[in-house]
């Protein structure tokens, strides 16, 4: 029996040296950041050829990457933009929710430019979106963003016919509310680079033969706050179509600042069935000020499989005259 405990001893001694040795700390924007020793982000931070990329992850197509050119950039630390995210799963679930609420978490500045759509009177939109991001330059992380879908700057705010004109386009504006992640790396860089309002907790990626799961972690009790599970559609499509995603917020600086991401989608399906995803809110945190937002009505499920995206860092907006 005292060979046995021994034996167990040893093993978990080994397996803390292992876990101790398989990342390092580097400084980053002032702060100390533990990073994958020996990772994409230790090694290149964020240019990464794409040769190695080619030999890491040999069955990853990048065919795309090769016509997009980096560039060296001051982010609030040095980088180059934009940041690439080789191969990705995501799921959406977009609500109707209180349009007061939304309007007053949006700063006035923002405003000036993009509005709330409002599908019908006193209801705006929300989109909760879980991202697994399984190898990119910042190695891998998981993500859940909480965004107020908004007009482009400039244009009318027409309600349902803005939001078709988006969807037409594959071209969306939102600001994002919250975005919590589950490695510094990723928050520091979030924050400092990107303006966007993210903290480190634990989130949890499930992959089963019918279904995704995203469980969000309370930081304050260490439970399950948030998990949103999203059925595999079965009608998903292989065309290859492209997204983009922007956002507007302000910079350390409080200037008025604009980013965006290009999303290239391999595989994707959507419904409008309530029934092909589930949120589950408790007592959390999170779960908490989602409840405020009022949601109601499920408007559209994306299940997204298999996207690659080009993460741009963020300009200062200029109004069109």
Avoid at 58 to 85: A, C, H, R
Avoid at 140 to 160: D, Q
Avoid at 173 to 181: A, D, T
Avoid at 257 to 279: H, I, K, M, P, Q
């Amino acid at each position: 029996m005292t060979t046995i405990k021994n034996l167990i001893l040893l093993l978990a001694l080994l397996t803390t040296s292992y876990v101790e040795s398989a990342t390092k700390t580097i400084e980053l924007a002032g702060e100390k950041v533990p990073v994958v020793k020996g990772g994409l982000y230790d090694q290149y931070r964020s240019n990464p050829p794409l040769s190695v990329i080619a030999e890491q992850a040999p069955d990853v197509d990048l065919s795309w990457f090769k016509t997009i050119k980096k560039q060296k950039v001051d982010m609030g630390f040095e980088s180059y933009s934009p940041n690439f995210y080789y191969k990705n799963s995501k799921i959406t679930a977009v609500f109707s929710a209180d349009l007061d609420m939304l309007t007053s978490l949006i700063p006035a500045s923002v405003l000036e430019h993009v509005e709330p759509i409002s599908l019908w009177p006193g209801r705006g939109l929300v989109a909760i979106t879980a991202y697994a991001y399984h190898y990119c330059d910042n190695d891998t992380y998981n993500e859940l963003a909480i965004s107020v879908i908004t007009t482009k700057p400039g244009s009318w705010n027409l309600g349902a016919i803005s939001l078709l004109n988006n969807q037409w386009n594959d071209d969306f504006w939102g600001v994002v509310l919250k975005l919590p992640v589950d490695t510094e790396l990723a928050r520091v860089r979030g924050v400092v680079g990107y303006n966007l309002p993210k903290w480190t907790t634990k989130i949890s990626y499930k992959n089963t033969p019918k279904t995704l799961t995203f469980s969000l972690f309370d930081n304050a009790t260490n439970q399950p706050d948030v998990i949103i599970t999203g059925k595999k559609l079965s009608d998903e499509s292989t065309d290859e179509k492209f997204v983009r995603n922007s956002f507007m917020n302000h910079n350390q600086q409080g200037q008025l600042t604009t980013g965006y991401a290009d999303n290239r989608y391999l595989r994707y399906a959507s419904s409008t069935s309530d029934e092909d995803v589930s949120l589950e809110l408790h007592q959390g945190e999170l779960s908490q000020f989602i409840r405020s937002l009022d949601l109601g009505s499920m408007i559209k499920y994306e299940y997204v499989p298999d996207f690659q995206s080009a993460l741009y860092a963020p300009t200062y907006f200029k109004a069109k005259p």
